[in-house]
């Protein structure tokens, strides 16, 4: 049987590479993120494969059973692991060369685009060269897993609320009635998908016969969020839109519903029980897309600054800046190469590998149900550690965003509006994404630059 499994693994193996490698040679500049992304993907498929079928083979090495007698949901969590630490890895450590880039004249920019190859190489090394780590450094690996992984949630609430804030700001900006009322539209719809959701989320968990005060609460209380997000987002002194409060309330509804599916499966307040399996599988493949849509979404964003964690002022206000001889000297066609060859990079290439390694962390921890292994190994993400999650996570979404609109009023001082004019000619219309503390700063520092710079590293008049 370990026979049989080792082939299949290694002809599965030999597929990914080769599918891999007759993609290489179409990747461009252009293609590259989707390239990493398609990388990404890859270790997502082989993860949820292993965790499938290895258990059995895992069993019988030596220095993963060392610990003791384990059950089979503990082998799977094992073959999750590895391949997660071994992706976090390869994007952990392109995320630390890849500091300092700024134009593409730094050979680290070919570094970043080029070379498919000898990543793939490198990339399935790391993989498989976890598997031969003894169970203790899996065991450290475990714990900080979670803690990035949750990272990598608040990251999603911050990409959610500045995806929001665009989306409302390009219909704004086209200034037209019929965009005013698809926002109007688009507004009212959400807020009826919102309720009517937690109209069906109460049938569904909180079923009659029973005492199901905790899942009443999460309810009752994504509802009022929803009802508290348009009170703030329409009160004169903040002076929001209605479109970014009615999606957070949806998404914070489908948040719920994704918490309250994954309690165990003989919880009595669990509805859903009886499709269980079906349900924490679909629960983990919209969690995969969100997290791969997050992903991309982000990296994208973080082109707004070309530099990791650095202010919004420069490369690229600076780049056009030649000296007057130069372009006199220079025949036409040499400054168009030369500039082409010199330019500023599109965006951060430390934080966009850097997403990726909190990436692989939280998938992990989809996969494996946040290691709780007192669920059956047929389901997906179900147990109390991932209900309390994913719970906590739309209270933090609700908070930020309470937070984004009400910020303005904490810090009448700063003439926000004017100063995003100077910072950079933003489309924006209004105050957005502004306090983040800590950590929070810096990450969203390089998603939304010229608001997280102004309020807290702009000086006080």
Not at 163 to 174: Q, Y
Not at 362 to 371: D, E, K, N, P, R
Request: some cysteine.
């Amino acid at each position: 049987m370990s026979c049989l499994l080792t082939c299949f693994s290694s002809c599965c193996a030999s597929l990914t590479c080769g599918l891999c490698t007759s993609l290489v040679s179409g990747i461009s500049k252009r293609s590259a993120r989707l390239a990493y992304c398609g990388l990404f993907g890859a270790s997502l498929i082989l993860s949820w494969i292993l965790r499938e079928v290895a258990a059995p083979l895992l069993e019988k090495i030596p220095w993963i059973k060392s610990s003791g007698t384990h059950p089979k949901e503990w082998y799977q969590i094992q073959a999750v692991l590895r391949v997660s630490v071994g992706n976090f890895l390869f994007f952990a450590i392109f995320s630390l060369i890849m500091i300092g880039v700024k134009d593409q004249n730094d050979k680290r920019d070919s570094w970043h685009h080029g070379g498919w190859i000898a990543k793939m190489v490198i990339w399935l090394l790391l993989v498989v060269l976890m598997f031969f780590l003894p169970d203790a450094v899996i065991s450290v690996y475990e714990i900080l897993s979670k803690f990035g992984a949750g990272l990598f949630l608040l990251v999603q609430v911050v990409i959610l609320l500045d995806f929001t804030h665009t989306w409302n700001d390009a219909w704004v900006e086209k200034d037209e009635q019929k965009w005013y009322i698809a926002l109007l539209a688009v507004s009212i719809g959400c807020y009826l998908a919102a309720f009517t959701f937690s109209g069906i989320l109460f049938m569904w968990f909180n079923p009659s016969g029973h005492d199901c005060g905790l899942n009443v609460f999460f309810i009752v209380m994504t509802m009022i969020l929803a009802f508290a997000f348009a009170v703030i987002a329409l009160h004169p002194a903040v002076n929001g839109s209605l479109l970014p409060a009615s999606v957070i309330s949806i998404y914070c509804a489908y948040v719920c519903f994704t918490g309250l599916s994954s309690e165990p499966h003989g919880y009595a307040c669990n509805g859903l029980h009886n499709k269980s399996k079906a349900v924490s599988t679909g629960t983990l493949v919209l969690g995969m897309l969100t997290t791969v849509l997050s992903v991309l979404y982000s990296a994208v964003r973080a082109g707004s600054s070309t530099t990791f964690l650095s202010p919004p002022s420069s490369p690229k206000a600076s780049a056009g800046k030649k000296p007057l001889l130069e372009a006199e000297e220079m025949e036409e066609g040499k400054e168009k190469k030369k500039e082409a060859e010199g330019q500023p990079v599109g965006y951060s290439y430390t934080f966009f590998h850097l997403i990726f390694a909190l990436a692989s962390m939280y998938s992990a921890m989809l996969l494996s149900g946040w290691t709780d292994t007192s669920e059956s190994s047929s389901l997906i993400d179900v147990g109390w550690t991932s209900v309390w999650v994913r719970i906590c996570t739309e209270w933090i979404t609700g908070l930020l965003y309470a937070w984004t609109l009400l910020a303005p009023l904490f810090f009448p001082d700063r003439d926000l509006d004017h100063q995003l004019k100077n910072q950079k000619p933003a489309k924006t219309s209004y105050r957005t994404a502004t306090t983040y503390k800590s950590l929070w700063i810096d990450v969203t520092r390089s998603l939304e630059p010229r608001m997280i710079w102004i309020v807290f590293n702009q000086d006080k008049a």
